[in-house]
């Protein structure tokens, strides 16, 4: 039980941190998880039903003006990193070539979107109820943690409510294209196009 409680407050504080903290950009990292989600919301959705549509509506609100707040703590900065490349100069010596990388961080604001989005869950999920203890609401902390970490934990998650999956893939969507609107980086990062050489 100690150990287990160690692990989990070391994974919800390095998290947190990982939030203020610059990491590289990928595409995978910004379109996986938002695809993914919207992929299983459309599966399960049953379009008939007037009261999901409904329901539909209003989490779509919700889950957009939430990745339009988290898209304001957004920062991005270049950085040059050492490429396994090198070119000799005038004089003779080899000079290492650098390659410009992305880095971003979401910051305060992201973090407190992220914590609306796992209450708006845990009350999507019939959580709050009379036996939410600590243990419990710790348990699932970390364990949304995990899977917002690491994606192959979301990916055996498969039998979430369609009104997770909602809240989840347009949230993140939202983000992004509120991200790549505000940030030139990120919309020349996501224009780019690899060109081969022939």
Known sequence: ????????????????YDQFEFSRVTKIRFLFLPLFCLYQFISKLDADNVNDLLSAVLIFVIATVIGFYQSFGFQSKF???????????????EVNAYRKVLYAKGGKKYLIGWILIFLITLFL????????????????LVEEILEDL?????????????KVWELLGVANAAYL???????????SFFAKKKVEAG
Request: glycine share 8%.
């Open 79 to 93: 950085m040059r990193i050492k490429s396994d490349y090198f070119f000799i100069d005038q004089q003779g010596r």
């Open 125 to 140: 999920n019939g959580e709050f109820n009379g036996d939410l203890g600590i243990d419990k609401l710790l348990h699932a």
């Open 150 to 162: 690491l994606f192959f934990v979301r990916i055996g998650k498969i039998n979430h409510d369609w």
């Open 1 to 16: 039980m100690v150990y287990s409680s160690i692990i989990s407050l070391a994974v919800v504080i390095y998290f947190i």
């Open 177 to 187: 294209a509120f991200v790549r609107f505000r940030s030139i980086d990120m919309r």
